[in-house]
């Protein structure tokens, strides 16, 4: 039963557009949202994360918006880079799920490639 | 800050024998996670320490694996009678006293291991 979940495995869009991220969740527990990027080779990279009393996070070219009726959260890349290119994993934690807020839940990962 | 180290970063074994990885985090940190990457998968949670006190253990960690923090620095993790399913990429990260969940954690490169 996967409780995080990034349907998309992969995405692609042109340098300067803008890059949406998509991960859904069904475990209406959690209360942390985090986003890493991960290159090949390495371990992942934390890059985001929003709290479930928020609706959105903005942290340079980066924001998550959360969704909690939807049970829904999107990470957005404006402008998109080359170097953003990497593997992008959603994240949960927390909730009455028998385990502590610092065990995290990922998803299987959405491949993005930005093209110059 | 010299990041998250594990040894080996490749390890080839043969069924049935037993390999152990170590992972030295940063030397601050007083948490320290294991979880195990297989291909296609987002990274899954297996044990997770606080100093030396091994607090949450996943259904994962079946009684071939074993998880150590001696005196709340490096870990080990022993796989014994390795099975060809145990093939995965084992990842160790590490987060600091006080920081909440909201702060993701820092992860290592990873051991990857291939049972033949």
């Known amino acids: 039963d996967q409780q995080v979940k990034q349907n998309s495995p992969s995405l692609s869009v042109q340098e300067g557009r803008i890059s949406i991220l998509n991960c859904d969740y069904t475990?209406?527990?959690?209360?942390?949202f985090l986003w890493y990027k991960k290159y090949p080779a390495e371990g992942p990279t934390f890059l985001i994360s929003?709290?479930?009393?928020?609706d959105k996070n903005e942290d340079g070219r980066f924001t998550v918006f959360l969704n909690k009726s939807a049970k829904h959260l999107s990470l957005h890349i404006v402008p998109s880079q080359p170097g953003d290119s990497a593997v992008y994993f959603c994240?949960?934690?927390?909730?009455?799920?028998?385990?502590?807020?610092?065990?995290?839940?990922f998803g299987k990962g959405t491949l993005l490639t930005v093209n110059p | 800050d010299t990041g998250v180290s594990q040894d080996p970063r490749h390890k080839i074994t043969k069924r049935g024998q037993n390999v152990t990885f170590r992972c030295d985090p940063i030397s601050e940190h007083n948490r320290l996670y294991w979880y195990r990457q297989t291909l296609g998968q987002g990274p899954e949670f297996l044990t997770y320490f606080q100093n030396e006190a091994q607090l949450e253990k996943s259904r994962l960690l079946s009684d071939r694996f074993s998880a150590e923090r001696p005196k709340g620095s490096f870990s080990t993790l022993e796989i014994q009678r390795t099975e060809q399913g145990d093939s995965a990429m084992y990842l160790c990260?590490?987060?600091?006293?006080?920081?909440?969940?909201?702060?993701?954690?820092?992860f290592g490169s990873g051991t990857r291991l291939t049972v033949v």
């Open positions: 994240a949960a934690s927390g909730g009455n799920s028998g385990g502590s807020n610092y065990k995290l839940t």
């Open positions: 475990n209406s527990m959690f209360d942390y």
């Open positions: 990260a590490s987060s600091p006293r006080g920081q909440g969940p909201l702060y993701g954690y820092t």
């Open positions: 929003i709290s479930s009393i928020k």
